[in-house]
C-alpha cells in the first residue's frame, strides 16, 4: 500500500472511478461528497436505461466533443469506449451494443452497478467516505473547508464536482465562485442536451401534449441528424433536439432565435409523397389520407396544421414540400436546472494536458465541471471517465 493519500471532491461517476483506480494502485483515498448518498445523478441518469458509451470509431466519437475535438482524441485514446466496457466486467457488469450503436449494461441497473461499485471501494481498508460534507471553501495551499468547519489539508486533490444541471442530484455548480476566487477561469454555465421553448396554439396544446415524432430528420444550418422529436406544451425535446442542442442555443443567443427544419418522412423524397397525396379518394378526409398513404401520425398532421399556411394547405404541391421541409422557430431554451448536461465549467486553459491546474500544483479537475459538451448517446459518461482516468495516471507517473 502506497502511504500517498488523495483527497477526492465529489461522488458521481468521474470522482468514484479516480477513486476506484487509485485505490487499485495502492494509494488512500478520503472521499468527500455534500449528498446522502453517491452517484445521484448517475442513478436518475440511468433510470430508462443507462447508456454507458458508443461504438462508434475513435476518429467519430471524438468529433462529438465539438470545440475540444482534439483534446478528447487523446483522452480516448488513453481510455477508449472499449476500456470503459473492461472496466464494467471488472464490476461483474456484461455490456451490449443496441442497434444504434450505443452501448448499455446486460442486465443490471444502475443502482446494482452502483451497489457492486461501493462494494469493491469499500473492500480497501484505506478508503473513507464521507457524505453531507458541502465543500464551502478551497485555499491556494488546497485546504479545504467544509460544512461543519472541517478543514483538511490536502496534499494531492481532484475536485469531480459536476456541472450546473440537477441540482437536486448535487450538481448545482456553487463551486464556480469558490474556483474563480483562486484566480482559475471558469466559463459561464449554459444548457445543454436541453429543450427549447416557442408558443403554441391553445388547440395544438390540446392535441399534442408530450408526444414523440420518432424516425423524422431535424437539421439546423448544415448539419442534420435522424431522430426523435418530443412535443411539449412549451415546445420541443427528445434525442434529435439534443444532439444539435448547442447549436441550436448559440443561434438563440446571437440572433434572438433558431430555424430548425424537419423532414417528416426522410425515407420518401418529394416526387413520391406528392404523388401519394394525390391519390387521396374523394371521400377521404386529408387526415385520413395522410395516415394511410404516408404513415404519418395525429401529432405530425396536428403540427403540420399549427406551422403551415392553412389557405394552401390542402394543395399537394405545398403540402408534400412542408413534409419534406417543415420550418419550425424556436425562441429560448428551457430553465439551467431542467438541462441534461451543461457547457460551461473550468476553462482548459488553466489546466495542463494532464487536467491539473497550472497556478495549484497537486489540484485536479475532472468529469463535467471542466468546460466540455456532447450530446447524449454515451458521449456524457465516457468524457468523464477518460477525464478521470487522464488524472489518476498523471497522479500515478
Not at 470522482?15 to 468527500?32: E, H, I, P, S, T
Not at 464536482?161 to 440537477?166: D, E, K
Amino acid at each position: 500500500m502506497n502511504k500517498e493519500k488523495v483527497t477526492i471532491v465529489g461522488a458521481g461517476p468521474s470522482g468514484l472511478f479516480c477513486a476506484y483506480q487509485l485505490l487499485k494502485r495502492g494509494y488512500a483515498v478520503d472521499l468527500y461528497d455534500q449528498m446522502s448518498g453517491v452517484g445521484k445523478k448517475f442513478l436518475i441518469a440511468g433510470d430508462g436505461g443507462l447508456n454507458i458509451t458508443h461504438s462508434e470509431d475513435l476518429k467519430t466519437f471524438a468529433t462529438r466533443y465539438g470545440k475540444n475535438e482534439e483534446a478528447f482524441s487523446s483522452l480516448l485514446n488513453d481510455f477508449s469506449p472499449q476500456d470503459l466496457r473492461s472496466w464494467c466486467e471488472e464490476l461483474e457488469v456484461k455490456t451490449f451494443v443496441g442497434t444504434s450503436g450505443r452501448v448499455f449494461p446486460e442486465k443490471l441497473k444502475a443502482a446494482e452497478i452502483l451497489l457492486n461499485w461501493l462494494k469493491v471501494l469499500k473492500s480497501y481498508q484505506n478508503f473513507n467516505l464521507f457524505l453531507k460534507h458541502r465543500l464551502l471553501n478551497v485555499s491556494n495551499d488546497k485546504e479545504l473547508t467544509f460544512e461543519g468547519e472541517l478543514k483538511v489539508k490536502a496534499s494531492t486533490v481532484i475536485f469531480a464536482l459536476g456541472g450546473a444541471s440537477w441540482g437536486k442530484t448535487g450538481s448545482d455548480g456553487k463551486w464556480n465562485e469558490l474556483f474563480e476566487n483562486l484566480g482559475i477561469e471558469v466559463e459561464p454555465f449554459l444548457p445543454m442536451n436541453c429543450g427549447f421553448e416557442r408558443p403554441w396554439s391553445e388547440h395544438f396544446i390540446s392535441k399534442v401534449d408530450r408526444t414523440p415524432l420518432k424516425n423524422i430528420t431535424i437539421k439546423v444550418g448544415n448539419q442534420k441528424v435522424r431522430g426523435e422529436v418530443m412535443l411539449t406544451p412549451f415546445g420541443m425535446e427528445g434525442g434529435g433536439i439534443y444532439a444539435l442542442s448547442n447549436i441550436i442555443r448559440d443561434y438563440i443567443l446571437k440572433e434572438g432565435k433558431c430555424f430548425i427544419n424537419l423532414d417528416l418522412k426522410p425515407d420518401f423524397d418529394n416526387e413520391t409523397i406528392l404523388k401519394k397525396i394525390k391519390a387521396k379518394k374523394p371521400k377521404d378526409s386529408l387526415s385520413n389520407h395522410l395516415r394511410k398513404a404516408l404513415k404519418l401520425d395525429k401529432a405530425a398532421i396536428v403540427l403540420l396544421r399549427e406551422l403551415t399556411n392553412r389557405d394552401t394547405f390542402e394543395k399537394p404541391e405545398y403540402l408534400a414540400e412542408q413534409i419534406k421541409n417543415l420550418k419550425v422557430e424556436l425562441f429560448s431554451m428551457r430553465p439551467l436546472s431542467e438541462a441534461i448536461s451543461t457547457s460551461g465549467g473550468v476553462s482548459f486553459t488553466g489546466l495542463t494536458s494532464d487536467l491539473e491546474v497550472k497556478s495549484i500544483p497537486g489540484m485536479y479537475v475532472v468529469g463535467e465541471m471542466l468546460d466540455w459538451e456532447a450530446p447524449t448517446g454515451g458521449y456524457l459518461l465516457q468524457g468523464c471517465f477518460s477525464t478521470a482516468w487522464r488524472v489518476v495516471e498523471a497522479i500515478t507517473k
